[in-house]
């Protein structure tokens, strides 16, 4: 396998629910981010993790919460989600977190909290 | 605060027609990197092109082109002879700072070329 990994590619879940969206990069690249793309909004970047370690939390609500084990693999862990979350997930990784480092996305995992 | 507009929501053509899609900017470092991306109805964002504010010459790629205007603040983005395989939301996105690689994403803007 090459690229950016997402499982599941679609999820439904009701508000009660815990479920994990997992993300797996073959590329070798040492950072790994989570945006949030909803239908007319620009997509936000969610959680940043650098070697492993996070490094950027842009204010995201608690019932996410992220985990890097390794530099390959990345979860999101979701609980008591609201219908406003329903959105797509994109993973993405790179290499480094410098300014100039393109990032190469997954295909999304499409999840709708009923 | 950076900011980056495409008006364009959404654009259709039909095929072999060229298309230009519009990328404005605002920031206040001189010191930035900006890129264009792809979403195909597949929804993974593929990278086309990254650019650096101090590099204006502009670039082509096959049938794409990219001209960066700094006096403007633009960084247009030209598909020529479109074809039915470019559908797709196109996305601008700006880089900025020394906090490490966070991009500001544009609204996106679909083109639709029609066979």
């Known amino acids: 396998e090459t690229g950016v990994t997402q499982t599941p590619r679609h999820l439904v879940m009701g508000m009660t629910n815990k479920k994990s969206l997992k993300c797996e990069q073959h590329l070798g690249h040492n950072a790994m981010y989570w945006y949030k793309q909803s239908a007319k909004k620009p997509l936000e970047l969610m959680f940043v993790y650098s070697l492993e370690e996070r490094v950027e939390n842009n204010s995201v609500p608690s019932r996410f919460s992220p985990e890097c084990p390794n530099s390959s693999h990345l979860f999101l862990h979701l609980h008591t989600l609201q219908p406003e979350d329903s959105a797509l997930y994109l993973c993405?990784?790179?290499?480094?977190?410098?300014?100039?480092?393109?990032?190469?996305f997954g295909n999304g995992t499409r999840l709708t909290v009923t | 605060a950076q900011k980056v507009t495409q008006a364009q929501t959404e654009i259709s053509v039909v095929e072999k027609e060229d298309v230009t899609l519009d990328c404005v900017y605002e920031t206040r470092d001189t010191t930035y990197y900006l890129f264009w991306y792809k979403q195909p109805p597949s929804g993974e964002l593929v990278f086309l092109i990254r650019?650096?504010?101090?590099?204006?010459q502009n670039e082509i790629s096959g049938r794409y082109s990219w001209n960066f205007q700094k006096s403007t603040s633009s960084f247009n983005f030209t598909i020529t002879a479109s074809q039915v395989v470019d559908s797709a939301v196109y996305f601008c996105?700006?880089?900025?700072?020394?906090?490490?690689?966070?991009?500001?994403f544009g609204g996106g803007t679909r083109v639709l070329v029609k066979p």
């Open positions: 650019r650096n504010s101090f590099d204006e």
């Open positions: 993405a990784s790179s290499q480094g977190t410098e300014r100039n480092s393109p990032l190469h």
């Open positions: 996105a700006l880089s900025e700072g020394a906090a490490g690689n966070k991009l500001t």
